[in-house]
Structures are given as structure tokens and as C-alpha cells.
């Protein structure tokens, strides 16, 4: 079946429900690990929310499906907001994302494939996920197979040498059945990203390997997924979503502060957070400028 991806304000109002909801989750498992990165997960919560409620092709209770679409996470570090995504859409019980990081736990500090079904790779080093990607997608085209791959990428990501050999790649192949996502929230665990080795021009980069590119607000859920139906309509070449993202969104005073990278909240932390996302619960985010 065909998702329709237009979505009416009442499913509007649903979904941003449901991330402030996945925002909540991520701040308790933190807290609960002692460990882990708060900022990305946050920032990514509307898109994740986006992907696992309304855009992917799934089935929470077959997570193996033959006709289920590809989501590679490529920065890891960030699989906290996945989790509980996945949690939420009926993956696995959402108490189960207080076990993120124990000994034992499926829910590792980075995705492990063989750990929990509904993953589809495992990533640690930074930069091999859109070589994973590529490889999926060229398979399915091989045999002749409509599933959609997805591939979400941290922006510091881009400064290592895999990614781009993999652009090369999939630009010379037009795998237009992939859609990778770019979370353009200019930290990293150093600084900002244009301090560090400067990004730009993003768009001209991955237009100069036959890419098309769209850029979008990726905390306003609408205009997400507006972009992302936009993005499968383009049969002739790979797309890419640059999504501009808040890290630490929901939470003024972390928000975009690149300390929070690879750091969690304290108990006390972790209540003040909670108090202040359900304070913001009801703003609907502006449009990317």
C-alpha cells in the first residue's frame, strides 16, 4: 500500500504529541544511564517521530517484513531518540528504554543489529552509514524491489572521506530510492561544525555529485514530511534533506549549546527538563527561513 503523506491538523497535533512524548523518553533513559548524548536525540525527535509514524512502510509487530522500508542510522551516538521512537511505535515495551547502556541491555550506546529486531545495521565508527545505505539500495534495484531506503546522517559526520566516496557512488548510480537526511545542527563534540572544518557549501557539494537537494526546518514535522513526499518524487537522481535541527530542542537553556553533545543530565537535571518540555507542549515550530 501507498502511504498518503499529507497529513490533516488533527495528525499534526498527533504526531507533535507524540515527540514531545519521545523527547520525555529520551531525557528518563539518560538519566537512568548516566551516559549518552542529549543534544542530537532531542533535536531529532520531530523527524524520528515523523519517520515512525507516518513515513516509513512498516510493522512494529514484524519488524523483518520482505516490503518494509530502510531506515540506517548512520550517526549512532544519537540512537537514543531512535529507541524510543521504536519503543513508542510498539517495537518493544517503552519501560524497556530505562535499561539504554546496562550491561546486557538490547539497548546499546550504539545500534547493534543482532540485538533488537527493527534494526537494520549496526554503527559505531561515524561515516559508514550511507555506504550501507548504498549497498541496500543497489540490491534492491537489482532485484527489481520498491522499498525506500533512508539513511540519517549527523553533520560532523561529513567530515569524514566515507561519506563522500559514497556520495560519489550513489550519484553515479541515481539510486533514487534513497533519501538521505543530513541533521544540520551545526555541533559536534569539539564545537561548532564551521569551527572545527567548515561544512559549506553543503547543497553545492552534493549537487556537484549529482544529487538533488532540499533544505527544511527538521523540528517543524509538517514541513518534514512535506519534504520527504517532495524527495520521492524525484525518480533520476538521489535526493538529500538538509534538516536544519535545535539540538537540545525543547529545553531553552541547552538548546544549540555544544556541550550537551556527549553529555546527559543529572536526576535534578533530568525533572527540570521534564518540567520544561511539558510547559512548552502546544508550540508549533516555525518554517524554515
Known amino acids: 500500500m501507498v502511504r498518503i503523506m499529507s497529513l490533516t491538523d488533527v495528525e499534526l497535533k498527533e504526531l507533535e504529541t507524540r515527540a514531545e512524548a519521545i523527547r520525555e523518553t529520551i531525557v528518563s533513559m539518560l538519566v537512568a544511564a548516566g551516559s549518552g548524548h542529549t543534544a542530537g536525540p532531542l533535536g531529532m525527535a520531530d523527524i524520528f517521530t515523523a519517520f515512525y509514524f507516518h513515513i516509513l512502510q512498516q510493522d512494529p509487530l514484524h519488524p523483518d517484513w520482505e516490503e518494509r522500508d530502510r531506515l540506517i542510522l548512520s ?7 531512535r529507541y524510543a521512537a521504536m519503543a513508542h511505535a510498539g517495537y518493544f515495551p517503552v519501560k524497556e528504554c530505562l535499561t539504554l547502556r546496562k550491561l546486557g541491555s538490547r539497548l546499546q550506546g550504539h545500534p547493534e543489529r543482532t540485538k533488537l ?3 537494520e545495521t549496526t554503527s559505531g565508527p561515524l561515516g559508514e552509514g550511507l ?11 537489482m532485484d527489481n524491489k520498491k522499498n525506500h531506503v533512508y539513511v540519517v546522517m549527523g553533520d560532523g559526520e561529513q567530515d569524514e572521506g566515507s561519506v563522500w566516496e559514497a556520495a560519489m557512488f550513489v550519484g553515479k548510480h541515481a539510486l533514487s530510492n534513497i533519501t538521505a537526511v543530513i541533521d544540520r545542527n551545526n555541533i559536534q563534540i569539539d564545537g561548532m561544525t564551521e569551527d572545527v572544518m567548515p561544512l559549506e557549501s553543503l547543497r553545492a557539494r552534493y549537487e556537484a555529485f549529482n544529487w538533488h537537494v532540499l533544505e527544511v526546518n527538521g523540528n517543524d514535522i509538517r514541513a518534514f514530511i512535506t519534504t520527504v513526499d ?3 518524487s524525484i525518480y533520476e537522481k538521489p ?3 538538509i534538516a536544519h535541527t535545535v539540538p537540545g530542542k525543547g529545553i531553552p537553556d541547552i538548546e544549540s549549546d555544544y556541550h550537551w553533545h556527549g553529555k546527559p543530565p543529572s536526576k535534578e537535571e533530568g525533572r527540570r527538563f521534564i518540567k520544561e518540555l511539558r510547559s512548552l507542549k502546544g508550540k508549533v515550530p516555525h518554517e524554515y527561513a
Open 75 to 81: 550517526n549512532g551516538h544519537i540512537v537514543p531518540v
Open 239 to 241: 535526493t538529500l534533506i
Open 117 to 119: 529486531p527493527g534494526l
Open 131 to 141: 555506504s550501507q545505505a548504498a549497498g541496500i539500495a543497489y540490491a534492491l534495484r
Open 230 to 232: 517532495e524527495a520521492k
